[in-house]
């Protein structure tokens, strides 16, 4: 949740096909880690763990917007379910605003 009653709020279902999600984690994971130089393209924003991964298919991420963003740094929370189906992997994924936001 945002502690804002307006706020944005993004929600998905993503199927990566032919791929396993232990794949898909790992990836996800070098990028909040940026492994090999990855960053973020859009605003150069950093991600970082929001709560302790372990073994979970849930991912608690949070994203915090770069310094060239257009009314100064904000912070999205983001969950990620990993679910393996046959050789499909598939993600239910939430994005949302910690700041008063309608973009």
């Known amino acids: 949740g945002s502690p804002h009653f307006v706020h944005a709020k993004c ?18 994971l070098a ?23 372990g073994d979970s298919d849930t991912f608690k991420l949070t994203r915090q917007t770069g310094s060239v963003s257009v009314g100064g740094k904000n912070t ?11 050789s499909d992997c598939h993600i239910d994924a939430c994005s ?6 309608v973009y």
């Open 31 to 53: 990028r909040v880690n940026g492994q090999d130089g990855w960053f973020d393209p859009h605003n150069l924003g950093t991600y970082g763990i929001r709560e302790e991964i």
């Open 96 to 101: 949302e605003t910690q700041v008063a936001s």
């Open 76 to 86: 999205d929370f983001l969950d990620l379910t990993f679910t393996q189906k046959g």
């Open 11 to 28: 929600d998905m279902n993503v199927v990566m096909p032919g791929q396993s999600c232990e794949d898909v984690k790992a990836e996800v």
